[in-house]
């Protein structure tokens, strides 16, 4: 497999090892979070981030560089070869900025509408709202203790006390919302790689890892883009996993594939 791999991908792969490398040694400058991609409006959030963040992976384990790398190395110098290392490269980029981008957009409306209903709460505070407030938005987000004070709160009505404590809560949960969220991983631009080789070459067979069967190239892409799709707008708060961004790179390998057939002098 590695005696195959072409110049992009080889050099892709090395800088993602490395960056991990340093995610793992340089802790004490939190590296991991110079790189990461953070939500719009979060202090930490920089726009060099866009490009940075597909070159690190969770410092949590080896799995999420692993399987990115993975298909990486087995899609990527098919796809290098036939379009030459610098429109490769280009797509890889495209594609990687692009899932970033598009994750976070959605990202920054999701805040944007999840900021206007805490507003809406803080301004007319009632325990009725208050447990709507929570359910609806910060559902799985959020300590027993906060359904504690739901509980008192409903008892209580009138009780000051708890009105101000669960306006508090209210504020800082959508600040840690904001300020807290970031994203990683070379997904996206894998995602997009993997919907390029699913347009260009349909009916090869691919032989998934789990479970091993063989599928069609054109089905496995149909259907990871359905789960993002739907994981994305399912929003499972244990689900840590950015669909947005598997879907962003998957749409923008779309579009960039729909451009250059359009100019077949250049698309071989």
């Not at 929570?134 to 209580?156: L, P, W």
């Not at 997009?192 to 789990?210: C, D, R, Y």
């Amino acid at each position: 497999m590695f005696r195959n791999i072409t110049p992009v991908v080889k050099n892709i792969l090395i800088i993602n090892v490395a960056v991990f490398i340093g995610q793992l040694m340089l802790k004490s400058i939190d590296f991991t979070g110079i790189m990461s991609l953070w939500n719009i409006g979060s202090p930490n959030f920089a726009p060099y981030q866009f490009f940075t963040y597909m070159f690190a992976h969770s410092p949590r384990g080896f799995s999420h560089v692993l399987f990115n790398m993975l298909g990486l190395v087995f899609l990527g110098p098919l796809l290098e070869r036939f379009w030459g290392s610098q429109k490769f490269l280009i797509f890889y980029m495209v594609t990687g900025i692009g899932a970033g981008v598009l994750y976070s957009g959605i990202n920054y409306y999701q805040n944007i509408r999840m900021e206007s209903a805490v507003e809406r709460y803080v301004s007319n505070p009632d325990p009725d709202s208050f447990n709507i407030l929570i359910v609806k938005t910060f559902d799985g987000q959020v300590t027993e203790y906060v359904y504690n004070i739901i509980d008192d709160y409903s008892k209580n009505p009138s009780n000051k006390k708890l009105e101000e404590q669960s306006i508090y809560i209210a504020e800082e949960l959508i600040k840690a919302n904001v300020n807290l969220g970031s994203m990683l991983g070379a997904s996206g631009a894998v995602y997009g790689i993997l919907m390029a080789f699913g347009l260009l070459f349909p009916n090869t067979q691919l032989m998934l890892l789990f479970p091993p069967i063989p599928v069609k190239a054109k089905y496995l892409v149909l259907f990871l883009g359905a789960y993002a799709l739907y994981a994305g707008f399912a929003q499972n708060p244990s689900d840590q996993t950015a669909h947005f961004a598997h879907l962003g790179g998957m749409v923008f390998a779309f579009i960039m594939i729909q451009i250059w057939k359009r100019d077949r002098g250049n698309f071989y």
